[in-house]
Each structure stands twice: as structure tokens, then as C-alpha cells.
């Protein structure tokens, strides 16, 4: 018996509406499912091709940096080769002290890519008119035109000679705040623009190797109390910005408005200090001082100049001969050596080579100026008697040859005249050193260094500095200027 069972078509027909439904909801659902996994491609190929690019700005700022690195290196490089050419021949190009052509945009590579080409420029304070510090120029940095801040001392160890200098042409050292007198390491600190005594007795305690401190200094004592304590060196400064950790000191006056320390006043440092590149000072004291200032004790050619003090008198003779390429300038040279003194006290030279007594000298009789024949009455053998402080001694000198009614005395070929130092102090100071050192560190260049530093120089009054700047303003060839006697002769 078969059993039928009838549906009612309305409940048949809801059915079907359910199973569709069930369908449009099922199809719905993979539809969202397909958007999130295209969603989540796309950011994982936009992740991809971010750190892709990322990647290659990368590859393409190390390639920069080493581009940027190599031209340094190849700038320094091309600054040794000029540097290395003789000075005559680096004058005919034009100098190094301001000289765009040499030094502005030099182009480094030069291939058919114009976006791989580099070049470099050279920067260095420039000078106003009245020769300070203003601006910018396209030239090497003379340390030697900075102050040597670790020779203050040796300075102050030997002011005394100083000091008889100044009594000598009359003048006196500066006063401080107090009344008294600075020192000559004092009043070329004082120089700076915005030095203080306080800050200046602070840098030569610094520097010193003693612990007490100058009257308004600080040592030991004042930096070991110090919410971070530490301790003063007491020597040599190894760079300039060791002068932060010194009492007084603070970026601004050390650095100037120029922060990011590229060399020039850039337009925001120019707004936050409101100052320009010929503010003067606008660079601070680091564009006035240095720890490397020294120079080579070389001849113009590149060959070390003669030691005038060394001991062998016979070598000596010989080399002078050789360097000066006159006998009569070697002769009395040796001559001075035997028992020189400058202009002020004559010199006697023994036949034996002990040198004459003040009677010896007082009696001689006056025989003219000297002649390369007389060292022939000169023992060699015996060694010098005197050494020369500096070449200048030589000029305006004489000696005294021989002994009781046979001393002669005679003048040296060297005149004290303007006419004559000029003929012959570029000879004499380019071959001749009292020293046999081939580097001379701590003098300052007077032809290079700025104003500021020429009026902190004790040794040289207001009238003399401005003597030197009106002869550096005016362009010249004469030999004198490469040389520290050239006031001598000019002023």
C-alpha cells in the first residue's frame, strides 16, 4: 500500500525562497572574503613596491654619500698638488688667499652625465676693506693668520722679554678692570670680539699647568663643583672646541650665528641672530684661534734654510756660502758667531776665537766695513761664542778683529737703513734660521690675520697697526712682505 503525501503549495513554494536565499547570502559572502583578499594584495604589493622604492632612494643616497666623500678626498687632494707647486708659480695662477677661478665650483668629474657631475668650493672668512673679519671668499685658510691659543703660555713664560720690548719703545701694557697691567697673553685674547677678563684669565688657567687660578680664572676647584664634575685639562688644547668646557665659554661665542659650522651665515641664521656674513664676529672666536697654526722652515725653493747657530763653524761656512751665494755676507756671519752682539754692542773676535774683552773693543780702531778677506784671521775650529737670537741681529752689528794695538773694528755689510734692509733682508731671511726645527709653530701671519688680532699685539702701537694695514691694502711685489721684517722696511 503506497502512501502519498500532499504538499500545500504555499509551504512549497516559501521553501524555494529559503534555498534561494540561502544561495544569495552563501554568494555574498565569498564576495566579501574575494574583496578582503584583494584588499590585503594590493597593501602587500603597495608595501612591496614602497620598500622597493625606499630600497633604491637608498642605493641612490649611498651612491651620493660615496660620491660626496670621494670629492672631499679628491678636493684635498687637488688643494695638496696646488699647494705642492713652487709659490712663484702659485701666484701666476692668481694665489690661494682669494682666488675663485682656483677654488669655487672646480667640477670633479666631467662625464657625458650631467646628473652625476660634482664639483667643490673652498670657503674661508673673507675681509672688509678695514680688514676684519666680514664675508665670505673662495681661498685656502692661512692657520698661521689664526693666534695659536695653546702659545699663550709659552708667552706668558717669557714675558719679561716682552715686557723690556715695550720699555725699550716707550709703551706699556693695557690695563685691566683693576688697574693693573695684562699680560701679553691677556691682551690678545682680549682682542676677541666679546672677550672678557673673567673668561680670558679662565682660558690661561686652562691652559697652564698649574691649579691656582689667576684672579678672576677658575681651575680645578670651580669644575669639580660642577653638577657633572670634570677636570681642566692643564695643557695643550687638542681643537679649539675644547674651549666649550671653559668656564665662560658658550657656542655662540665660539661658533658665532654660524651652527651648522659650513662657513657661511645661512638666511635662518641670518633671522635668528640678526646678523649677517659681514657682521663682524659673526663666526665667533673659532675664525680668530687655532691649535695648528706653524709653518715650515723652508727657503722659498723648498730647501731648509741654514741654522745660523749650529756648532760646526767650518759646515757653517760652507752651507752659507752656498745658500747666500755671497762670501762677504757668509764671512761676517761667521765672523758675528765668533763673539757677535748686535748694533748696541759691538762685537770682538779674537784671532784665537775667544772673543776680545770691552777693552779690546773700546780701544780697536775703526776699519770700515767688513771684507770676506778677514775671516782668513779667524780660527774655525774653536767652535761659536754667541749665538744669534734672530737674523736681525745681523743687521747694523760689527766685530772686532784681533788684539790689543792690532784690533781693527768693523762694521757689518748689513745697514740699518731703509734702503739697505730692503736689499738684503729678503736675502738673509729666506735662507737663514736661528734654528734647525723644520717646523716653527705659533707665529702669527701678519699679512693674512685679521685687524682685530694686529691690535692685540702689545709689541706694535695703534699708529704701527694702521701703518700695516694701509701697506697690506695696496697690492705689491715686494719680497719684504713674505717675511716677518717686512714692517721694517714698509711702516
Not at 38 to 47: E, F, G, L, N, Q
Not at 133 to 140: A, V
Not at 418 to 435: E, F, R, V, Y
Not at 440 to 468: D, F, H, K, T, W
Request: glycine share 10%; with cysteine.
Amino acid at each position: 500500500m503506497r502512501l502519498i503525501q500532499l504538499r500545500n503549495p504555499t509551504q512549497s513554494h516559501q521553501c524555494g525562497d529559503v534555498r534561494k536565499r540561502r544561495a544569495a547570502n552563501q554568494s555574498g559572502f565569498v564576495l566579501v572574503l574575494v574583496l578582503i583578499v584583494i584588499v590585503v594584495a594590493t597593501m602587500a604589493v603597495y608595501s612591496f613596491t614602497d620598500l622597493m622604492v625606499a630600497y633604491d632612494d637608498a642605493a641612490y643616497l649611498s651612491g651620493d654619500l660615496v660620491q660626496a666623500r670621494v670629492t672631499v678626498e679628491s678636493a684635498a687632494e687637488a688643494m695638496r698638488l696646488v699647494l705642492a707647486q713652487p709659490p712663484d708659480l702659485r701666484r701666476d695662477l692668481g694665489g690661494v688667499f682669494n682666488n675663485p677661478q682656483l677654488f669655487q665650483a672646480v667640477t670633479i668629474s666631467a662625464d657625458d652625465q650631467q646628473d652625476s657631475l660634482c664639483n667643490f668650493s673652498v670657503l674661508a672668512s673673507g675681509l672688509s676693506p678695514t680688514l676684519g673679519y666680514s664675508g665670505i671668499r673662495f681661498g685656502l685658510q692661512n692657520e698661521s693668520a689664526k693666534l695659536n691659543i695653546n702659545t699663550l703660555t709659552v708667552l706668558e713664560q717669557n714675558s719679561e722679554l716682552f715686557e723690556a720690548g715695550l720699555a725699550l719703545v716707550g709703551q706699556d701694557l693695557a690695563e685691566d678692570s683693576e688697574g693693573g697691567q695684562l699680560g701679553i697673553a691677556e691682551s690678545l685674547l682680549m682682542a676677541l670680539p666679546g672677550m672678557t677678563e673673567d673668561t680670558a684669565d679662565a682660558i690661561l688657567d686652562w691652559l697652564d699647568e698649574d691649579d691656582e687660578a689667576r684672579l678672576l680664572g677658575a681651575e680645578a676647584e670651580y669644575y669639580n663643583a660642577l653638577p657633572t664634575p670634570y677636570s681642566p685639562s692643564n695643557g695643550p688644547l687638542q681643537t679649539v672646541e675644547e674651549l666649550l668646557l671653559v668656564r665662560g665659554v658658550t657656542p655662540n661665542l665660539l661658533f658665532g650665528a654660524d651652527v651648522n659650522r659650513n662657513g657661511v651665515i645661512d638666511s635662518d641664521e641670518q633671522q635668528r641672530f640678526g646678523v649677517t656674513a659681514d657682521t663682524p664676529g659673526a663666526f665667533g672666536w673659532a675664525s680668530y684661534l687655532t691649535v695648528h697654526g706653524a709653518e715650515a722652515n723652508r727657503r722659498s725653493d723648498g730647501s731648509l734654510r741654514v741654522d745660523v747657530n749650529q756648532d760646526d763653524l767650518e759646515l757653517l761656512y760652507e752651507e752659507l756660502t752656498d745658500a747666500l751665494g755671497d762670501d762677504l755676507f757668509a764671512s761676517y756671519i761667521i765672523a758675528h758667531r765668533k763673539g757677535g752682539h748686535p748694533s748696541s754692542m759691538p762685537a770682538t773676535v779674537a784671532a784665537g776665537g775667544d772673543g776680545g774683552n770691552l777693552r779690546n773693543r773700546s780701544q780697536a780702531e775703526d776699519g770700515g766695513i767688513w771684507t770676506a778677506d778677514l775671516i782668513s784671521e779667524l780660527d774655525l775650529t774653536g767652535g761659536g761664542g754667541t749665538d744669534l737670537t734672530q737674523i736681525l741681529d745681523l743687521v747694523g752689528s760689527s766685530v772686532t778683529v784681533g788684539q790689543g794695538d792690532r784690533a781693527r773694528r768693523y762694521t757689518a755689510p748689513f745697514g740699518a737703513d731703509p734702503i739697505s734692509l730692503s736689499a738684503t733682508l729678503p736675502i738673509l731671511m729666506d735662507a737663514l734660521s736661528t734654528q734647525s726645527a723644520e717646523v716653527m709653530p705659533g707665529r702669527l701671519n701678519i699679512n693674512e690675520c685679521p685687524a682685530e688680532l694686529l691690535y692685540g699685539i702689545p709689541l706694535l702701537s695703534e699708529e704701527v697697526v694702521e701703518g700695516l694695514l694701509e701697506a697690506r691694502s695696496m697690492d705689491s711685489d715686494d719680497p719684504n712682505r713674505q717675511f716677518e721684517t717686512g714692517p721694517f722696511v714698509e711702516c
